[in-house]
């Protein structure tokens, strides 16, 4: 039950209760905080329609091996978070330790994964290169033209509907305060010295709530916030994904065993199974602003792509379609820790890997909201990267206080 008495303010309040959101608000709550999240429909969000895909190794582009570096670190804790989640909420999270297999149809799309397992062999790695008979070996559905493939035995999965929906209730045990109203307007006030700080959010319905810091994890819609100095966060651009979800009957299990990776006609697809018979395909990345229509062609590329791989997957029946959006930051890693406006703490951008990085942006960010002190490991991705020079007039620094937060919390 929340702690709360009308009109109080609170330690934390967070801006979006979507998976990054609540995972951030219960971890918070547990620092011994007090926290409130605004948000219309809590447990919405991206990861609704997201596979929950947990492959920091196969998700692996070059360039990208500070974000490899947090995405390990998360899925290194997922386990004992989906297990401390379970307990708390007395219900599942769907997560699973199944691997990923990752295949190539034909001779460009081999060489192309040749020179993946490379680069995972030059960062330590662990994964093993196997023969396109191998690779059937382990899922007998595969098409026949299956030229190779790369076995990740440490890339698993989550049911990010589970998922949210066990961290709404672990939050609620945990006393955390569900404002399901929309934040109408960023609360800003002036400081000595003429400094301003982030203190509090206007509801729709009028009610201003504030707290000593705010999280800003409203997916790809952080950056408008009405009320949201300029510059303080950049453009956070959503990357629309269809999905599909298709019901394995019980005559053709196993049908798939593990995760199934795939680049098709130049196209990213991944097959997820669930424990429950649920097999579900994805995604399509398309640039279309916040428009999340299902298109016939967005479901038609996906099941013909999916065919190459594996061509019993027609005879299975489709459940259900949707679409959904990753939000993306300028270089499509997640920004993480405080803004240059003092009390503004960010948790977004995290595009494709939001169910990945569920647990460890939530212990980190619990952390900074506990202490004031950057943890290391989110250095790399604080959102003053993208600040114009002129707004980063008030610093943070890994291992450092933020004494004005420290304040704040302190405040009766």
């Not at 702690?3 to 209760?17: C, E, P």
């Not at 949201?228 to 798939?256: E, H, M």
Request: proline share 7%; with cysteine; charged share 20%.
């Amino acid at each position: 039950m929340s702690r709360f008495k009308d009109g109080a303010s609170a330690d934390v309040l967070v801006i979006g209760g979507g998976v990054i959101g609540l995972a951030t608000a219960w971890r918070a709550a547990q620092r011994g905080l007090s926290v409130r999240v605004v948000d219309p429909h809590p447990g919405g969000g991206a990861a609704q329609v997201a596979a929950g895909m947990l492959a920091p190794v196969t998700e692996l582009q070059y360039g990208e091996e500070p974000l490899l570096r947090l995405g390990m670190a998360s899925n290194a804790r997922y386990a004992s978070f989906a297990a401390e989640l379970e307990e708390a909420a007395g219900r599942s999270t769907g997560y699973r330790a199944t691997g990923t297999l990752a295949v190539a149809l034909d001779s460009d799309d081999r060489a192309e994964l040749g020179d993946l397992h490379a680069f995972h062999q030059r960062l330590g790695l662990d994964s093993s290169w196997l023969t396109g008979r191998e690779c059937r070996r382990l899922e007998p559905m595969l098409a026949p033209g299956v030229r190779g493939g790369l076995h990740v035995a440490d890339d698993h999965q989550v049911d990010g509907r589970r998922l949210t929906a066990a961290l709404l209730v672990a939050c609620e045990r945990a006393g955390v305060a569900l404002h399901r109203e929309e934040a109408a307007e960023l609360r800003v006030t002036g400081e000595a010295g003429g400094a301003v700080r982030a203190t509090g959010v206007v509801l729709t319905g009028g009610d201003l709530l504030t707290a000593g810091q705010l999280v800003l994890a409203a997916g790809c819609r952080s950056h408008l916030l009405p009320g949201l100095p300029a510059g303080v966060l950049p453009a956070i651009r959503p990357v629309k994904g269809q999905i599909l979800r298709l019901r394995i009957p019980p005559a053709y299990a196993p049908f798939l065993a593990r995760n199934l990776r795939a680049v098709v006609r130049g196209q990213h697809l991944y097959l997820v199974p669930r424990a429950d018979g649920e097999l579900v395909v994805g995604a399509t990345s398309e640039e279309q602003g916040y428009d999340t229509t299902v298109t016939a062609g967005g479901v038609y590329e996906l099941l013909r792509d999916a065919h190459e791989l594996l061509p019993g997957i027609t005879e299975l029946p489709l459940v259900e379609t949707g679409a959904g959006l990753r939000p993306g930051s300028p270089d499509n890693a997640p920004l993480l820790g405080p803004t240059a406006l003092p009390g503004l703490v960010a948790a977004t951008g995290h595009y494709r890997n939001g169910v990945l990085l569920t647990p460890v942006t939530a212990d980190l960010l619990a952390e900074y909201l506990a202490t004031g002190r950057v943890p290391e490991l989110a250095a790399p991705f604080s959102p003053e990267r993208f600040a114009p020079a002129g707004a980063r007039d008030h610093t943070h620094t890994t291992g450092t206080t933020n004494a004005a937060a420290t304040a704040a919390r302190s405040q009766p």
